[in-house]
């Protein structure tokens, strides 16, 4: 019954399939009997495999060039105070591999500026299970397309000192005092690449998430580092 009121309200096979497991250990671990291995769930989910399908969204990650293409048409085409926000947008995504409920959900409040760059506390993650939160640094790089300086720059320009971060910007470049939602951030990730000439049909806020993934990656980066900094 769980699994077929979760499927009508819209949740993936592969969601499904991790909360079974995720139901499974927690019956191994208190030494019950699980009943995620029954014959009943198998069915089950058989038959919502049918149903659904199992094909996901493959979303396409954001390459480093593409990022770059992509500031560098912002800083062209939007006004001062929208150019700054989705410039430091993309660079904070990018280099954070924060995901999107995160990213919109970051306060000054949470931020730690330094010489060596920039501490955020996430008070909250999506992977924990006992609400600790974890904390994300993003060193200052060289260049013209640091991620600390752009977040800095936004901050200043928009005149935001509490509160959540990153807003909304209307089209005569006035600040919004609430903060953006995660859907945002994926509409903002598709016009800024569909502006370069990219196909932006795949992608979403989650492909700033995947490129740091892949970008470090190809870099030699080794996998316990990338899963640290993705939580």
Request: aromatic residues 4%; glycine residues 8%; charged residues 20%.
């Amino acid at each position: 019954k769980y699994l077929a009121e979760s499927a009508n309200d819209g949740l993936a096979v592969a969601t499904l399939a991790r909360r079974i497991t995720a139901i499974h250990k927690a019956h191994v671990d208190q030494k019950q009997a699980s009943p995620a291995r029954s014959e009943l769930v198998k069915q089950v989910m058989q038959g919502i495999r049918r149903t659904l399908g199992t094909k996901q969204r493959q979303v396409k990650p954001l390459t480093r060039d593409e990022l770059l293409a992509a500031l560098e048409t912002i800083e062209r085409v939007h006004m001062p105070v929208r150019a700054a926000r989705d410039t430091a947008l993309l660079l904070i995504g990018f280099a954070s591999a924060m995901r999107r409920s995160e990213l919109v959900g970051m306060c000054v409040e949470h931020l730690t500026f330094s010489p060596a760059g920039l501490e955020i506390e996430l008070p909250v993650s999506k992977t924990d299970q006992e609400q600790h939160g974890r904390t994300v640094f993003i060193p200052q790089a060289k260049g013209s397309h640091c991620p600390v300086l752009a977040l800095m720059r936004w901050l200043k320009t928009a005149g935001i000192r509490t509160g959540h971060i990153f807003r909304s910007v209307n089209r005569y470049d006035g600040v919004a005092k609430q903060g953006l939602t995660p859907q945002s951030v994926a509409l903002i990730v598709k016009a800024a690449m569909a502006q370069t000439g990219v196909d932006a049909q795949n992608m979403s806020g989650h492909s700033l998430r995947a490129g740091y993934c892949t970008s470090a990656a190809e870099q030699g980066q080794p996998s316990w580092q990338i899963r640290e900094q993705t939580g």
